[in-house]
């Protein structure tokens, strides 16, 4: 099914048609954001706390952008067990997203995810894009995943770029 979401800010939602993600409590706001590596070691440019901070950035900086390297990723820890339902990962806006943002995976689990490795935790979703500039991915697990850990991964050696990811689920086994 086809939807269109609009967000106003990083924990309001509003959407124009019912769906299961319609119902969802935001949960990104109780992570924190690392990351395999961060373009030109630059953290204020491009550091992971981008992706969490509730703004859009339409500029070549102020969002997540890492080195490329294998299996390069973005993970939130939620720092306590959460179930996670879905998740919207909205894409840089000024260039080159589709060359990038695809063969992605999405897993949930206990165990952190390890520079340069796939993660080991189970997979929510797979997205194989590609994704286009400015363009917010609303991706729903194959079933609720729980763990302290998301990682937003590629499987492939490239750039990952995240301008802003919103988490759907709750706290608690
Ligand atoms: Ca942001």
């Known amino acids: 099914m086809t939807t269109t979401t609009i967000r106003t800010t990083s924990t309001t939602l509003t959407t124009l048609t019912m769906t299961a993600q319609d119902q969802c409590t935001s949960i990104e706001h109780l992570a924190i954001a690392t990351a395999s590596s961060v373009q030109a070691n630059a953290i204020e440019n491009w550091g992971p706390q981008f992706a969490l901070d509730g703004v859009i950035s339409f500029n070549d900086w ?40 695809r063969s992605v995976g999405v897993y949930v689990g206990n165990q952190p995810t390890v520079v340069y490795y796939l993660s080991k935790n189970e997979q929510c979703v797979y997205f194989e ?16 995943t729980s763990g302290r850990y998301l990682t937003v991964q590629l499987t492939e050696q490239n750039f990952l770029m995240v301008n802003e990811i919103y988490v759907c689920g709750y706290k608690g086994i």
């Open 62 to 101: 102020d969002f997540f952008h890492s080195h490329t390297e294998p299996y390069t990723w973005l993970q939130l820890d939620f720092t306590k067990i959460v179930t996670v339902e879905s998740l919207s990962v909205v894409m840089r806006y000024d260039c080159c997203v589709d060359d990038r943002f």
């Open 129 to 144: 894009g590609p994704a286009q500039n400015g363009e917010t991915i609303d991706l729903s697990c194959e079933a609720p």
